[in-house]
């Protein structure tokens, strides 16, 4: 009889499993509009069933959107990881943000734009401290125009890698976006491939590293947060 309970237990925890491979966890910031949706799906029902319907499914996209799925990190060293799932939108080179205090000299920024089906938590590019955060009001204009880095609402994350590269990534509200979620604080000792900041709904993030480094993505390229390697930086 035990034998039975225990291939029951592990079937079930085996399914488990593969349910959390599936279904991935949610970031904290989306429980508030998932709860949300919840509540307008419960009442909608009392008026309709198909209205009721449209809410659960309402509330499943909501779910979704916030989701964090588990990522494999390459750890080598020198070089930085996508901060973002998305598609490279531009490759160029470019003055990172004044409010940094960094100066004029250009450096090599690779912009991902994210559509609405995009993961939107960022992910830290590479290991090392944080020096500066830097948050900045500005226009909403659609993600994927290249001025979006200049004239859009933004959050700069200046971090020092712990090869001593500066890195600078750059979340940027979108067109529909209108709130930026940043956990790093300056001092902050960052792990590559951590989800550190979220972007609701729809936007870009810039990644700007040290002119010299190796691009290995194009325009036009996917790439997956924490996974992705979009450049190969030289060595100090």
């Known amino acids: 009889m035990s034998v039975d309970r225990d291939k029951h237990s ?7 499993d593969l349910a959390r491979g599936i279904v991935p966890p949610m970031h904290p910031a989306g429980r508030p509009f998932v709860a949300v949706a919840a ?29 964090e799925p588990a990522r494999t990190t390459p750890v ?3 070089i930085a990881v996508a901060p973002a799932d998305g598609t490279v939108s531009h490759v160029v080179e470019a003055v990172p943000p004044a409010e940094l205090g960094l100066g004029d000299v250009p450096m090599t920024r690779v912009s991902v ?24 009001p500005g226009k909403f204009l659609s993600a994927d125009l290249d001025k979006a880095s200049d004239d859009n609402e933004r ?28 956990d790093a604080a300056e001092g902050d000792r960052l792990t590559v491939g951590r989800t550190y ?5 729809g936007s870009r993030v810039d990644l700007y590293v040290p002119r010299g480094s190796r691009v290995l993505v194009e325009p036009g390229q996917r790439t997956i947060g924490a996974e992705t390697v979009l450049a190969e930086l030289p060595e100090l």
């Open 197 to 201: 900041g979220l972007i609701r709904f």
């Open 10 to 16: 592990g079937a079930v925890s085996h399914l488990l």
């Open 155 to 182: 959050n700069a994350v200046l971090l020092t890698s712990t090869e001593g590269h500066d890195i600078v990534v750059v979340q940027i509200a979108g067109l529909v976006a209108r709130r930026i979620v940043c």
């Open 39 to 67: 509540v307008v799906a419960l009442l909608l029902r009392r008026f309709s069933r198909r209205a009721g319907v449209a809410g659960g499914l309402l509330t499943a996209w909501v779910a979704w959107f916030f989701r």
């Open 113 to 136: 734009f994210l559509s609405v089906f995009d993961v939107h938590v960022q992910r830290v590019p590479v290991s090392g401290e944080v020096r500066r955060v830097a948050y900045r």
């Open 76 to 78: 080598r060293p020198n």
